[in-house]
């Protein structure tokens, strides 16, 4: 049985989420979306670091700081005993509002079943993870405002309660356990307590309390050995109140997809990156034929775990490598569905999306095709590339979107907007999804007349439940699912797109808040309203370059580009747990 994260709400915060403070309302034409929800974790290329961890014994001043384990108690009545020292870098929170933090652990071995309390305190002087001993020491605070305790048992076959690490869900193991540190590392976080790490310490008497964690190190890939999986490593799960909503993009340069805090755009590559996830084995990816040369990512966006369960999933597709995935969120550990379309050169997916029985609808760019893969062809990969349920014919298809308010499936191509009915007992016995309607993308103008406008991104206006965001290589407007109200046109410099094309000022809609700043840029690979401000983020590229950047806009005004020239960012998307 899976042990997900239950879905963030307003005042019942889930351990381990990072949720932004409520979001203001937005315009009365659409309901509130719920909060965005990224997590603030420790590791490579989080806010929140690990420094150093090691165990001490009595029966030796050895430095255990290479070891794949941590040890706490006595494993022999007291003739050996255990201590275990642990510290995070924090510093990158100072100011931040910090309603809940855990330590999460991977408990691998145990003297009893039944569970026994161990202990968590702040180290009272500074130490170091190659020199502490057990005569060295330093003291702890061990005052109630800190202490963390936790009462648990697993890992042991002789006992009956041998641990069942989950490879490809690691969250879903039954040695994984937390602890509640919030007092801990909200002091440390704002400078009331100096930070100089924990103590993890047990009962140094009887084997009960004895107890075997995962430690900074995994262990080299052996068997089952839990301590293999990074996502087994003693971590910080944090959950604060950003004052702004959080971006996934990925990024071709990194090869991954990055978390950033939209507002503070010059610091994407410091400490406004929250986190990053990509395809590989630190986020237990290990199968190779899923995601060979993973490039960073073609999509990402956040959803309803829905089929898959409580809480959220990230949504990846990467047109390099072929890997098609729903992600555990906010864990970003494993994966609860996943596939290979095909490599860029036969299939190069560039969007994908989660629908409501769990089944998943991809664009393949190369293949010109809608594609509808089942919910259990991704459950139980075998290396075998699964055949769809079926899909439809679209050239130059660049993304996906469902739509609840009609069961519809959205796609965007190269020369127009579609929209299917999304009914999976008719996919499965005709193997096509059914059009309802098509809108035809105005053509290019000027040098580029006739040309298709080359559609790139459908997105959800949050402002407007009528709207949807249409971006291509022309420009950018907005599509009326109604079509029935007259609507103002921005046109581009170069007078895209035409008035006199079908739809202009009924169907197709420029009339946004900064219509005419967005318009100035071409190659446009995706847009998005914040639905906390109304502000628009826009990615895209100059004529001919391969380096897309990310614009911001409010007011009608250019306010910021997060980039520092070296990125190759491909889509943004605000990290909004909805499909409208």
Not at 39 to 62: C, E, F, H, L, W
Not at 90 to 98: D, K, N, P
Request: proline residues 8%.
């Amino acid at each position: 049985m899976r042990k997900r994260l239950p879905a963030p709400v307003p005042g019942a915060l889930a351990a381990g989420v990072l949720l932004l403070a409520l979001l203001p309302a937005p315009p009365a034409a659409a309901a509130a979306p719920p909060p965005v929800s990224p997590m603030v974790q420790s590791g490579p290329a989080a806010i929140v670091q690990r420094v150093q961890d090691t165990y001490i014994s009595n029966k030796d001043a050895a430095d255990h700081s290479g070891g794949a384990f941590l040890h706490i108690g006595t494993p022999d009545g007291g003739t050996t005993k255990y201590r275990s020292f642990l510290q995070f870098d924090v510093s990158a929170l100072r100011g931040a509002t910090i309603t809940d933090a855990r330590l999460r652990l991977y408990n691998s071995y145990t003297g009893s079943c039944d569970g026994w309390w161990m202990y968590a305190f702040p180290v009272a002087a500074a130490w170091s993870q190659s020199t502490i001993t057990w005569a060295n020491q330093p003291a702890v605070d061990s005052s109630a405002t800190y202490q963390a305790a936790a009462n648990f048992g697993i890992g042991n076959a002789a006992l009956g309660c041998p641990d069942t690490p989950d490879f490809t869900d690691p969250d879903a193991s039954d040695g994984i356990h937390r602890l509640d540190v919030t007092a801990m590392v909200r002091d440390w976080a704002s400078g009331v307590l100096p930070n100089r790490g924990l103590r993890l310490s047990a009962g140094e008497q009887g084997t009960q309390a004895y107890k075997d964690f995962c430690s900074m190190n995994p262990a080299a890939p052996s068997g089952q050995n839990p301590c293999v999986i990074a996502y087994d490593t003693p971590t910080l799960e944090i959950t604060y109140q950003p004052a702004h909503p959080v971006v996934a993009v990925p990024n071709g340069r990194t090869r991954s997809i990055e978390f950033y805090d939209a507002a503070r755009t010059s610091a994407w590559n410091g400490t406004a990156k929250y986190q990053s996830w990509a395809a590989d084995a630190y986020h237990s990816i290990t199968d190779g034929t899923l995601a060979p040369g993973y490039g960073g990512g073609t999509d990402a966006k956040l959803r309803p775990g829905g089929a898959y369960g409580p809480g959220q999933v990230l949504l990846v597709s990467d047109g390099t490598s072929g890997f098609v995935g729903v992600i555990p969120y906010p864990q970003l550990s494993g994966r609860l569905w996943a596939i290979n379309v095909g490599p860029a050169a036969t299939a190069n997916v560039h969007g994908v999306e989660l629908l409501p029985d769990g089944n998943v609808a991809v664009a393949l760019s190369q293949s010109n095709l809608v594609q509808i893969y089942s919910r259990a062809a991704g459950e139980n990969w075998t290396g075998t590339r699964p055949a769809p349920l079926g899909g439809a014919s679209l050239a130059g298809a660049h993304e996906v979107l469902y739509d609840p308010a009609n069961n519809a499936l959205w796609a965007v191509g190269n020369s127009s907007v579609v929209e299917y009915s999304y009914d999976p007992a008719t996919i499965g016995a005709t193997g096509e999804l059914s059009q309802i309607a098509e809108y035809a993308i105005p053509a290019q103008t000027a040098a580029n007349a006739g040309k298709p406008a080359y559609g790139h991104d459908i997105e959800p206006v949050y402002a407007d439940p009528d709207r949807l965001w249409v971006t291509s290589n022309a420009g950018v407007l907005q599509l009326s699912k109604s079509g029935t109200a007259a609507c103002a046109v921005a046109q581009t410099p170069e007078g895209w797109p035409a008035t006199t094309a079908a739809g202009v000022g009924t169907r197709w809609c420029a009339d946004y808040a900064s219509a005419a700043a967005v318009q100035r840029h071409r190659q446009v690979k995706s847009i998005g309203d914040d639905p906390a401000t109304g502000g628009l983020m826009e990615v895209w590229a100059a004529a001919g370059d391969s380096s897309p950047v990310v614009t911001f806009f409010t007011g009608g005004t250019e306010t910021a580009t997060g980039s520092n020239g070296a990125d190759t960012y491909y889509r943004a998307h605000y990290l909004v747990p909805a499909y409208q």
